[in-house]
């Protein structure tokens, strides 16, 4: 394989000014053999009062599900880390909890190096790893790493408000691109890109490929493709954001008898799985944003960034002077557990996340089915993520061209304010709109009839979850008069 190819010409000012701190580069020599370390403000391990730290997990192969606690006497993973290396693969307190090791530490990094090489295989020969403290800072750091007031990035028309709101305190303007039930629209991408002066040209597509927030849609191998030929033709960069990308699952059947369609074995998961961005990237252009979130815990606040070497050194010297490194006891607790557990073990928990969110996707997409009223809905069941939406047709209701004034977002503040009052909450799809919480700074805004709502099935019991529902469903009705 070839090595990455120079997009040096990315960077944003502020990361060209970027050098290496002059205390930081001192810290390459700490635990040099024969050499007496009297140069950085570092405490004393000896000091920290943090000894051990002991973790009970589940065990793999989780034959009882994910969500299942052992009983005493029943086998459980047990992490037990201390000041001093006991294992090889364990990150000891006396250096989880230090300076240095901005990149992340060697145990962890090699963990999901290993993990990376098994999933994505990157095409290139030279790409690598740095840890972060999850994609919201990752994304921030992308921001600050290549753009400057006044370039352009490429969004889903629709998407995560929090990471536009990052990029719009960095005064970037948005080219949202218009999708569909599975995503990103490739030759609606293409024709918006060839209408562009050369001035306008966008730095980078930032996508949430799988599960997507908000929509639920998730891109298939050949848009994919067909969009990373178009990054090498328009020359900009792909911001894989992939917090669900392991949260795939079989298709949606109605019919409950035959939804035991799950993968037999660990090949047959990893084979199912839609190939990445990562995967196709000959170019080292692909920046995939890898997170724990979603398959383990928000608050374990550690992820990691895959690009080619001379782009994560940019962001290396970014987290010098802001992050540090990720936390120190997640560090070790994280790297601990996935340790033990080894990516075999690892798998076998990622099956069981599958498993459990299918069933939770299932148990939505029945109760939308029996309790909204289908003359005024749409919805396609994802394939992966947390996320479903519904789209209804805001003309049908009863008193759109008269007291909301054939205004959409007057029907979906009503259907908001009814939804909120029988109990139910999901979140108005105008919230995630591009053209429409951030108009000043969209460079086009196609205007649609139909609204849309956004629920999750991950945040609630099963039993909550339907009842949710079929409160949004009487909602609806009467707001439309059913």
Not at 399 to 418: C, G, Q, R, W, Y
Not at 431 to 452: R, T
Request: charged share 25%; proline share 7%.
């Amino acid at each position: 394989m070839a090595p990455a190819k120079d997009l040096t010409h990315f960077l944003s000012e502020e990361s060209k000014r970027r050098q290496p701190s002059p205390l930081k580069t001192a810290f390459k020599y700490f635990g040099q053999p024969d050499l007496i370390f009297l140069g950085g403000g570092l405490p004393l391990s000896d000091y920290f009062p943090f000894n051990k730290i002991t973790v009970e997990s589940p065990a793999p192969p989780f034959e009882n599900g994910i969500g299942y606690a052992p009983k005493e006497g029943e086998a459980i993973t047990k992490t037990e880390v201390l000041k001093q290396k006991i294992e090889d693969f364990d990150v000891p307190l006396s250096r989880s909890l230090q300076y240095g090791h901005t990149g992340g530490q060697p145990e962890f990094l090699k963990f999901v190096k290993e993990h990376t090489e098994l999933f994505h295989k990157p095409p290139y020969d030279d790409w690598d790893v740095l840890a972060t403290v999850g994609n919201t800072q990752a994304w921030d750091a992308v921001l600050r790493t290549f753009c400057n007031e006044g370039d352009s990035i490429l969004v889903e028309q629709y998407t995560f408000p929090s990471s536009m709101e990052a990029a719009k305190s960095q005064a970037v303007k948005f080219i949202p691109i218009p999708v569909d039930a599975e995503g990103i629209l490739p030759e609606k991408l293409d024709e918006q890109l060839a209408k562009l002066e050369k001035s306008q040209l966008p730095k980078l597509l930032y996508t949430i490929p799988t599960g997507h927030n908000p929509t639920g849609s998730s891109l298939n191998k050949e848009r994919k493709q067909a969009i990373y030929k178009l990054s090498q033709k328009y020359d900009f960069l792909i911001i894989e954001d992939e917090p669900y990308y392991f949260l795939q699952m079989e298709t949606y059947t109605p019919d409950a008898s035959k939804r035991d369609n799950a993968p037999k074995g660990k090949e047959e998961f990893v084979n199912a799985l839609e190939p990445s961005f990562l995967s196709m990237d000959v170019d080292g252009r692909v920046l995939r944003l890898d997170s724990l979130s979603k398959v383990l815990a928000p608050g374990t606040r550690i992820g990691w960034i895959v690009g080619q070497p001379a782009l994560l050194m940019k962001f290396f010297r970014l987290h010098e002077v802001s992050i540090q490194n990720p936390c120190g006891f997640s560090s070790s607790i994280v790297t601990g557990l996935l340790s033990r557990w080894g990516n075999d073990g690892y798998l076998n928990w990622l099956m069981g996340l599958r498993a459990e969110y299918t069933i939770k996707r299932d148990v939505a997409i029945d109760a939308i089915a029996a309790s909204f009223p289908k003359e005024i809905i749409e919805y396609v069941p994802p394939v992966a993520g947390m996320f479903f939406t519904v789209f209804i047709d805001a003309a049908r209701h009863p008193k759109f061209s008269t007291e909301f004034d054939s205004d959409p977002l007057k029907v979906e503040n009503a259907i908001f304010e009814s939804s909120m009052k029988k109990g139910a909450l999901m979140i108005p799809g105008s919230w995630f709109e591009i053209a429409h919480s951030f108009p000043e700074k969209a460079l086009s805004n196609e205007v649609d009839s139909k609204i849309f709502f956004r629920g999750t099935y991950a945040a609630v019991p099963l039993d909550q979850l339907k009842l949710g529902l079929e409160r949004f469903g009487s909602a609806l009705k009467e707001e439309f008069g059913l």
